[in-house]
């Protein structure tokens, strides 16, 4: 098993039907023993991606794959509160409608732990929106920061409650997601 490649497989209508078994080694090290493959298969791909924004782009990359047949790749961050992970999704369609995604983590960087973005720590009632890509925080005056840089500006380790998250996607990630399609697209234009 090699614990830098996690891949699962979503069936035609989206439902996930298999999952690597470093799935659930991941699951725990990033503090979500509730979404082992147990907990996952036979469910909606949809129920496990914040954010309509998020949803949207990754539904338009789906149907892409899946009327190309193309493999798309991905640069995405999946950051633990002591880990930044960076990583790339193969998203890889096959005949049948079916897709494999194959989630490779390139490089890692330890850092301070990050009350923001761990799950067990309780909550004010204010929101912050997180880019599900690359991890930065949107800022008040609508800028995106970088995690740690958003932490610092906003005095999040001087709270006593950290936000909650919303997810959505920076304009940076929005703007590479559009010309990966874009991309997708005029390559099955010219293979036509």
Known sequence: MDRNVTSYRVDASDRIVGASDSWDVFAVENKAPQLTREDVLGRQLWDFIDGSETRHVFRLMLSRARASLSVMKVPFRCDSPETRR???????????????FVCTTRKTEARTPVAFIDPDVDRSNEWRTICSWCKRVKMPGGEWAELEEAVRRLDLFGSKKPPRMSHGICPDDLERAARELDAEEKAKGKAA
């Open 86 to 100: 960076f990583m790339e999704m193969e998203i890889r369609p096959l005949p049948d409608g079916s897709i494999d």
